[in-house]
């Protein structure tokens, strides 16, 4: 392990030269500094561990050092001395967080003592944090199934950014888990105690979107019987996700600019703004540059929203996931039907592999739920899934003739949902990972509606 970095500061060059010894001898790696201005420097170039200082200081006090060391780094710990100790100014230390104060002259011993406490707390708040993040990686590797390069990317970039404050714009196809990338975000970032709060965008009716994000006042409107927080209040301190964000109106759209910009939230029929703590990522399955060009979705929303931009790859774009992403899913449906089966059968798993997946994890998953809801045993095998006919489950790399437009197997996929749940639109848009309302929306295009 290396040596903890001790920052010592000191108008006074014998004390400086006695805590440069003294501390060298015991094993650390000293830096001096005989001013606040030049300890703040020093801080400024390299990552200390901690730092004992003297109050007493011509051109800046140990007390006022002491908060510009906490605004810059919360973790060093610090030690405050003075050859004028007083109960004042001992309380005032600790309270803006001293690890300690000591007086002058010094005792080594019982400098020496202290420093081992330090280091030891020291060591052991790291080896918490670092079983914390341990365990949150776990918990999104589990989730976030697969090694292939893609995903490897993805989960690069999360580790990155999970833990800032920065807004992220999540953009796949639907079903890739965009929800899941958002939550492996919260998870990870300095809010996971607080709540997240996931929000599909097009499943809230037009009417309602205003008050269910910012909340109301009683009799704000027809039904407003008592006050709400929103949405928005209600993940305070916490995450929320704002899934298919390009189907907000452009009104609506304009107001969660303002809330970006000013982190407040006026609830509808009050004449009271409220404060709000809230890290906001947002997710669309649409083209991004398409729906700007479209107007689809306001330029200034979408540059504060794409401060960090994650694209989730289809799953046909990592086929070589599928393996891990199957047992996945049988672990976890095994312990659901409770119900022991081992895998899938070798010509099955390489039906799911050449199989295009246009509704990407979330299909693969209903697939493995349906083969055990049907009754698979052991091993499910290809008669566990009828879906994957010879010419859907034919890799990519043997077939032949002209490949069909995307708009077309959205079409051929919403008709076929719609014949297997009788023409209930809702259950359909479940079973697809999509909303209502893009369901009849899709519909009109086809001119069905």
């Known amino acids: ?71 810059h780094d919360e973790s060093v710990e610090v030690v405050m001395m003075t050859g004028y100790p007083t109960i004042a100014s001992a309380v005032e230390a600790l309270k803006e967080g001293a690890f300690d104060y000591l007086s002058k002259p010094l005792l080594l ?32 590797v589990n989730e976030l199934v697969g090694n292939s390069p893609p995903m490897a990317r993805v989960k690069e970039i999360l580790a990155k950014v999970a833990p800032t404050d920065s ?54 409107f027809s039904g407003a019987v008592s006050d709400t927080l929103g ?3 209600g993940a305070n301190e916490g995450t929320i996700f704002l899934d298919e964000v390009a189907e907000l109106s452009p009104g609506l759209q304009v107001k969660l600019l303002r809330v970006l910009q000013e982190m407040q939230v006026r609830p509808v029929g009050s004449t009271k703004a409220y404060a709000v703590d809230v890290r906001v990522i947002a997710a669309t399955n649409r083209d991004l540059e398409r729906t700007l060009a479209e107007g689809r979705l306001r330029q200034d929303l979408y540059y504060r929203l794409n401060v960090v931009r994650v694209g989730l790859p289809p799953l046909r774009a990592r086929r070589e996931d599928v393996p891990a992403l199957v047992n996945h899913f049988v672990r976890r449906f095994t312990r659901r039907f409770r119900r022991e089966i081992r895998g899938v059968t070798p010509e099955a798993l390489a039906a799911l592999q050449g199989y295009d997946f246009p509704g990407n994890v979330r299909e693969l998953e209903n697939l493995i739920e349906r083969a055990f809801a049907m009754g698979a045993r052991e091993q499910i095998t290809l008669a566990d899934l009828p879906s994957l006919t010879a010419g859907q489950a034919a890799p990519v790399a043997a077939t032949s003739g002209a490949i069909p437009q995307l708009a077309d197997v959205e079409k ?38």
């Open 1 to 71: 392990m290396e040596p903890a970095k001790i920052l010592v500061v000191d108008d006074e060059s014998a004390i400086l030269r006695l805590l440069r010894e003294a501390l060298t001898q015991w094993g650390y790696q000293v830096t001096a500094a005989s001013s606040g201005a030049e300890a703040l420097q020093a801080l400024r170039g390299d990552m200390f561990d901690a730092v004992i200082s003297d109050i007493r200081m011509p051109d800046m006090n140990g007390l006022e050092l002491l908060k510009e060391i906490k605004r």
């Open 109 to 140: 011993d019982e400098l020496r003592h202290l420093m081992t406490r330090m280091t030891e707390r020291r060591f052991l708040r790291g080896e918490v944090h670092s079983l914390r993040a341990r365990l949150g990686e776990e918990l999104t």
């Open 167 to 220: 807004p992220v714009l999540i953009e796949g196809e639907s079903g890739t888990g965009k929800e899941l990338v958002a939550a492996a975000i919260h998870r990870l970032s300095p809010r996971a105690k607080g709540p997240f709060i996931p929000v599909n965008c097009s499943a809230i009716p037009e009417d309602l979107l205003e008050s269910e994000f910012f909340g109301h006042v009683r009799g704000a």
């Open 231 to 233: 949405l928005f209040r």
């Open 412 to 449: 051929e996929l919403i008709l076929r949902a719609l014949a297997v749940y009788k023409d209930d639109k809702e259950a359909a848009a479940t079973a697809l990972g999509i909303s209502r309302r893009t369901i009849y929306r899709r519909l009109k295009e086809y001119g069905m509606l």
